[in-house]
């Protein structure tokens, strides 16, 4: 792969494949379909834990993007880039801890997961910059969204499918060349129900993606008015059925957060639309599905009772004790390991594993994100654009959400889906003030 740096107008900097053969997008896509189409156990066998075709694409990107950087003719004209700074702050936060990690006394298991850890990071950066400052012009941007989309929707449609027949399905993929890294992919049960997981590894981290990207769908069924209605709303309806069926509290409250920002921003005629919707897809779930809403609403009712809730509000006194030893810069990204205790929160996490210094600028990166697919929001110049900015701004609120519920940056696709949409708000936002600009 070659790559060539081109300043476009505007101050644009673009970062392109072969003459003919792609850009940014094309790449960005090809890490999507690596990380939502094969199956997350799926890696190629002598790179174990780190041999997923999508941390594979994704360190080639960090490596894209740097070469791209060096070799730029001219000056980044293309102005303050805050989603790329607060990546770069936190990535430099979680090597001074990996530095810390290593000058205590430390487990081989805790090392070979730290290290393991600082090469997944690498691929979550590189796709988070390539994005940020890769995606062309506005039109890239949108064919993007519409692929992700695309994606989530036959996710959805692959958890519907394994919910009605009670079989995993993708155990039955096999990929030259990526070989099984744990054992065999099974369904599991809850409240009598099969709880799918698509090509996720589990449940909660299938119900973590498909919430994250159901805002950008139901942005593009109102503003990307260029594809017919049935394009449009198709994936919403497919996205909407599958996130019950994951019987996840984590998805059924991000699915709430990052709908509830997206309805908001449309007319009242399509909220109150919407919200009929919604009433008629219960009264459907009940009919159709006996027990279902009762037991979803369980849980939430019977939160108290419930193993995986007082495991969280558990865990505060033993993060206090291990926060209090290493209270800056924590003991090492990803060395606080599930055997000690599933905290079922990755911000605790985070201060355990990189201190409060790591947490705030994560936090940073995160709210960063929020703001720039606001100003997307707010300054885009056309109905589509607004949509798009308040579809990014649900969806990276909903990832936020779900990194509060579960353990978000253990699972390869719901980080990896977080990072990337991190990475499409940075870029929405780049594209639209440099149309603002006065071109030379």
Not at 137 to 161: Q, S
Not at 180 to 196: V, Y
Request: charged share 10%; with cysteine.
């Amino acid at each position: 792969m070659t790559s060539t740096v081109t300043v476009g107008d505007a101050g644009r900097v673009r970062i392109g494949l072969l003459p003919g053969r792609g850009d940014a997008v094309t790449v960005l896509t090809i890490y999507a379909v690596a990380l939502i189409a094969i199956p997350s156990r799926l890696v190629i066998g002598p790179l174990g834990g780190a041999g997923s075709p999508a941390t594979v694409v994704g360190l080639g990107c960090a490596l894209w993007w740097l070469f791209a950087q060096l070799a730029r003719p001219t000056p980044n004209t293309a102005g303050r880039q805050p989603v790329r700074a607060c990546l770069i702050g936190f990535v430099l936060t979680v090597l001074a801890a990996f530095v810390a990690a290593c000058v205590r006394p430390i487990d081989p298991i805790e090392f070979s997961s730290a290290t393991l850890a600082l090469v997944l990071l690498g691929g979550w950066a590189g796709v988070l910059l390539v994005a940020n400052d890769g995606i062309p012009d506005l039109d890239r941007l949108l064919v993007l969204v519409r692929r992700l989309v695309a994606l989530g929707a036959a996710m959805a449609a692959l958890g519907i499918t394994q919910f009605l027949t009670h079989q995993p399905l993708v155990d039955r993929i096999s990929i030259p060349g990526l070989v099984a890294n744990h054992a065999g992919f099974g369904l599991t049960m809850r409240e009598g129900f099969t709880r799918p997981a698509g090509t996720a590894t589990h449940p909660i981290e299938y119900g973590a993606v498909v919430t994250m990207l159901l805002p950008l769908a139901l942005a593009l069924a109102m503003g990307d008015h260029g594809r017919s209605a049935v394009r449009r709303w198709t994936p919403v309806a497919l996205i909407a059925i599958c996130v019950p069926l994951s019987i996840s509290r984590s998805a059924l409250l991000a699915c709430a957060v990052g709908t509830i920002v997206v309805l908001v921003s449309w007319p009242p005629r399509a909220r109150r639309a919407a919200f009929g919707v919604s009433i008629v897809g219960s009264v459907a779930v009940y009919l159709l599905i006996p027990g279902m809403l009762g037991s979803l609403l369980g849980l939430f009712t019977g939160i108290g009772g419930d193993s995986s809730a007082q495991s969280r509000t558990g865990s505060y006194a033993i993060a206090a004790d291990f926060v209090s030893r290493a209270p800056l810069f924590g003991r090492g990204f990803q060395t606080f390991l599930p055997s000690y205790r599933i905290l079922d929160n990755q911000y605790l996490g985070l201060l355990i594993e990189v201190g409060v210094v790591g947490l705030t600028a994560f936090l940073l990166l995160v709210v960063t994100g929020l703001r720039a697919a606001r100003v997307t929001r707010v300054r885009g110049g056309s109905p589509t654009l607004s949509q798009l900015g308040q579809g990014l701004l649900g969806a990276v609120a909903a990832g936020a959400v779900t990194l509060a519920l579960f353990d978000a940056l253990s699972f390869p696709m719901s980080a990896g889906t977080f990072f990337l949409l991190l990475g499409i708000a940075g870029a929405a936002r780049r594209l639209v003030l440099a149309e603002e600009r006065p071109r030379p």
